[in-house]
């Protein structure tokens, strides 16, 4: 199923339909909305080799990057990991300590529990993508700010561009407001599929509120089912 189909199908079922925070178009967006005459002219994947590049160059300047204030007190970025070519891409809040220190998303205690998660539907860390709306860890784990997150927005708009997942799983409050560039609350915003530029995504309570907290397990898993089932209706 293309994008253009997906979308139709997300229209027609009545999901909501949001635009992302930044409106920075994705390249496959601008290629369709070319007004090509004659024959139809395919949006050709960019090639492996290109794509490489991307990756490489993205990975570097994210790696290098100080265009907000968190860069100071990193120890070092946190690119995110996986399959560059997920089906899907997982997104989270931001480093907290031990990924600051290790350089990799989701590899403490939430970290933990998020694997568990995953092996629950039959996925493993390997098969998906796993990132964060921030790349920085926020001091003591503080929420991320406005303009820390409009500074690092278009790095995982890049990757999101890159993977072209299938389906996302936004982690938490934070990475599902951001993403549906919404205020609402996680509880009007998990438990139904959104669509983000015709990608279904699916918001799942955070690993560390459930360690946290005892009276959400059976809504997490209906979370996970939903975001399985929303998988299989889109794979296409
Ligand atoms: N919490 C997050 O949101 N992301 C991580 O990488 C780790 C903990
Ligand atoms: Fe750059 Fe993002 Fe880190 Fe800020 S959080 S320094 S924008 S990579």
């Given at each position: 199923m293309d994008k253009a189909t997906r979308l139709h199908y997300l229209e027609a079922?009545?999901?909501?339909?949001?635009?992302?925070?930044?409106?920075?178009?994705?390249?496959?967006?601008?290629?369709?909305?070319?007004?090509?005459?004659g024959p139809a002219i395919e949006a050709e994947p960019s090639a492996p080799a290109t794509e490489t590049d991307d990756w490489n160059l993205l990975q570097a300047e994210v790696s290098a990057c100080?265009?907000?204030?968190?860069?100071?007190?990193?120890?070092?970025?946190?690119?995110?990991?996986?399959?560059?070519?997920?089906?899907?891409l997982l997104i989270g809040e931001a480093p907290g300590q031990s990924e600051d220190q290790q350089g990799q998303p989701f590899?403490?205690?939430?970290?933990?529990?998020?694997?568990?998660?995953?092996?629950?539907?039959?996925?493993?860390?390997?098969?998906?993508?796993?990132?964060?709306?921030?790349?920085?860890?926020?001091?003591?784990?503080?929420?991320?700010?406005?303009?820390?997150?409009?500074?690092?927005?278009?790095?995982?708009?890049r990757q999101r561009a890159l993977i072209q997942p299938r389906i996302i799983l936004a982690i938490g409050r934070i990475a599902a407001q951001t993403l549906l560039n919404t205020d609402a609350p996680l509880s009007r915003l998990r438990g139904k599929v959104h669509n983000l530029e015709g990608t279904p995504?699916?918001?799942?309570?955070?690993?560390?509120?459930?360690?946290?907290?005892?009276?959400?397990?059976?809504?997490?898993?209906?979370?996970?089912?939903?975001?399985?089932?929303?998988y299989k209706e889109f794979k296409g």
């Open positions: 079922m009545g999901i909501d339909v949001w635009i992302p925070r930044t409106s920075m178009p994705l390249p496959e967006a601008a290629a369709e909305s070319v007004d090509a005459e100080r265009k907000c204030g968190l860069c100071e007190t990193r120890k070092q970025t946190v690119f995110g990991s996986g399959n560059k070519q997920a089906d899907w590899v403490g205690s939430a970290g933990q529990l998020l694997t568990e998660m995953l092996r629950a539907i039959g996925l493993t860390r390997e098969e998906v993508f796993i990132a964060n709306i921030l790349k920085c860890r926020p001091p003591g784990n503080r929420d991320p700010k406005a303009d820390e997150i409009a500074a690092c927005h278009d790095y995982l708009q995504v699916v918001v799942i309570y955070h690993p560390a509120y459930l360690l946290r907290s005892l009276i959400d397990k059976r809504k997490a898993w209906m979370d996970l089912q939903l975001a399985i089932k929303t």
